[in-house]
């Protein structure tokens, strides 16, 4: 029962500062970025595009394929060694997942997306803000997309549910933790990404996904103020 | 009642709910959603009587039967060529459909079209697998010798080129430039350095404002205070 | 594969411009040099050339020291070329062109004696700080030796120690000890298409590069580290021309810092 009021002072339901730009890297096909606190995501977007080696082409649709990783200087403690990590790996595979569903590639039989997610400076969330900025790349770059995916993580500090949990709540010491990184469909509400680390119980759970709706929805706007102010130049 | 929910001209994302009822019909880049009709990319809202679809405003070229368009040569064999078009798919151009000469078998074919030449050519196929056939027989496709090839936003051509021909016909005049836009977004222009980058100035002045108003007037604003001949008499 | 865009530029450099209208040995505009831009580095900088875009980030580390040299600190330059920053580049382990400018830009530092190793030094024949540049391309559009040189030293100035009790380091406190440099090397990429000299090469320049010579040199136009590439040889007058250029544009990107 110790923890009354965030480390950083936001209300319990409150994510933290967010910026988010489109069309930051010239040369891909879409890009992004996406910074919430000090967790700072790019995304570029190349595709669709030729797929080598044959075999991993699908005579059906291109297929989405994603990669998650943090620079080197990215992370508060040590350098983190380059090359990636099966944490990185595992992300990417989520990221994808997470990514996937309201896409359609059918038009793009043999081909490939690719999604490149990378973090100059990560504190806590930064598989969410990945996602966020890779949806907006994706968007960006001009595919068939029913609806963008925005993502941020819930979760619980001690006894209180809490949204965009920060570094020093990830790692709180005096009570039980638990960290959700929700990704969501904003349009139909469906989920496409839901991970869990920590101790909860299955009331508290669809408490927060209860919660999520909101939460995910504001950053859905967000990214789409982002999207229309790249092209801002072009309405009338 | 139908309701819409957006402007015409103005900006849609992906998962922006366009319209509301059953008297709206979704046309492309659009999906209906129970009563809903979406956003299914970023586009330009456009009404079409009682359709309302979305203008794409990127996106990589899609090849499509019939277009015109400039490819680059990368790799020669025995019966043909193989071509980048600038998208995911690559394009075969067959000996038979080469050239209006008669093509001996056996010929070296680097003789007529050589690894990184640059071509006009026209779409005569493309299958479900987006395997493309294109020939050279037709009027205006050619091998290109001189000038440069920039690379615009496939989007932006039908801006590039205008209502029949005539922003591209008054680039061309303006800056004396050969200019040819191939409709996967390659252009090639050849005209001597100073006028081929006020054409080059020109062309992505356009892109980038596309779909304002009154953009064939600023444009021919722009081409008048910038031509070579002014700004050399200023100096 | 690139005969006709060579012969375009050639014809260009005949006419004394390039295909954006560049003279020949002017740098695209604007040239921006952000520091501290990453919290989580000790020090870092962003550098814009044009659309080309680097981030570099320096992180301290503790160590022991090369048994030869038991009371100097080190270097350590990486680079990766992120798939991100260009449709040419594939995901995977450094290639060759990521690890010849990891060490062209190392060379431009360690050998300028920019930083005095020796001050680097805690415990001789312990312990020593290890710098440890990464240089992370956010855009490629031509020119990441010379951004990715000059994105390291604004980096390496931005960079102040973090707090070590003599055990660990805690780099959640920064000290306000600066990391001290001695030198400011600039490498400057000078670019030999046909028999014509440019530099900052943009992306279709770079395909066409008859040859290239990196020069870094410092305040007083010494030269410290060069690196030749490309498939043509040089000659003595080209090296002499490409040097006075490579010195005299040091010079002016010295002063963007």
Known sequence: ?236 | MSEIKVKDKEISVPGEVLAVGMDVLPGAGTYREGEKIVANRLGLVMMDGRTIKLLPLSGRYMPRTNDTIICKVIDVGFNGWRLDTNSAYSAMLSMKDATSEFIQRGANLTQYYDLGDHIVCQIVNVTSQKLIDVTMKGPGLRKLKGGRIIEVDANKVPRIIGKQGSMVVMIKESTQCNIIVGQNGLIWIDGGPMNELLAIQAIRKISAESHTSGLTDKIKEFLEQNMPSKKTHQD | MYRELRSHIISLLEANTRLDGRKLTEYRQPITVEYGVIKTAEGSARVKIGETDIMVGVKLEVGEPYPDTPNEGTIIVGAELLALSNPEFEPGPPGIQAIELARVVDRGIRESKALDFKKLCITPGEKIWMVIIDICPINDAGNLFDASSLAALAALKDTKFPAFNGVKVDYKSKTDEKLQLEKTPIAVTVIKIGNKFIVDPDTEEEKVVDARLTVSSIENGTLCAMQKGGDMPLSAEDIDKMLDIGIEKGKELRNHL
Not at chain 1, 12 to 27: C, N, W, Y
Not at chain 1, 208 to 216: A, E
């Open chain 1, 1 to 236: 029962m110790t923890y009354k009021q965030r480390i950083d002072g936001r209300s319990f339901d409150e994510t933290r500062p967010i910026e988010a730009k489109v069309g930051v890297i010239p040369r891909a096909d879409g890009s992004a970025m996406f910074k919430i606190g000090n967790t700072w995501a790019y995304a570029a977007v190349y595709g669709p595009r030729n797929l080598h080696p044959k075999f991993l082409q699908d005579p059906q649709r291109g297929i989405l394929r994603c990669s998650y990783n943090m620079m080197p200087f990215s992370s508060s403690g040590e350098r983190v060694r380059p090359g990636g990590s099966r944490r990185s790996k595992e992300i990417s595979l989520v990221t994808q997942k997470a990514l996937l569903p309201v896409l359609n590639l059918e038009d793009y039989p043999n081909s490939v997306v690719d999604v490149f997610i990378e973090l100059p400076q990560t504190e806590a969330g930064s598989r969410c803000a990945g996602i966020c900025a890779a949806s907006m790349a994706l968007a960006d770059a001009g595919l068939d997309m029913k609806d963008l995916v925005s993502a941020v993580s819930f979760g619980k500090v001690d006894d209180k549910l809490v949204v965009d949990l920060d570094y020093s709540e990830e790692s709180y010491p005096d009570g039980p933790v638990a960290d959700i990184p929700i990704a969501m469909l904003p349009n139909s509400g469906k989920i496409s990404l839901l991970q869990m680390d920590g101790e909860v119980t299955k009331e508290e759970l669809m408490k927060l996904i209860g919660m999520s709706k909101k939460v995910l929805m504001d950053i859905y706007e967000v990214q789409k103020k982002a999207l229309k102010d790249k092209y801002k130049g072009v309405e009338m």
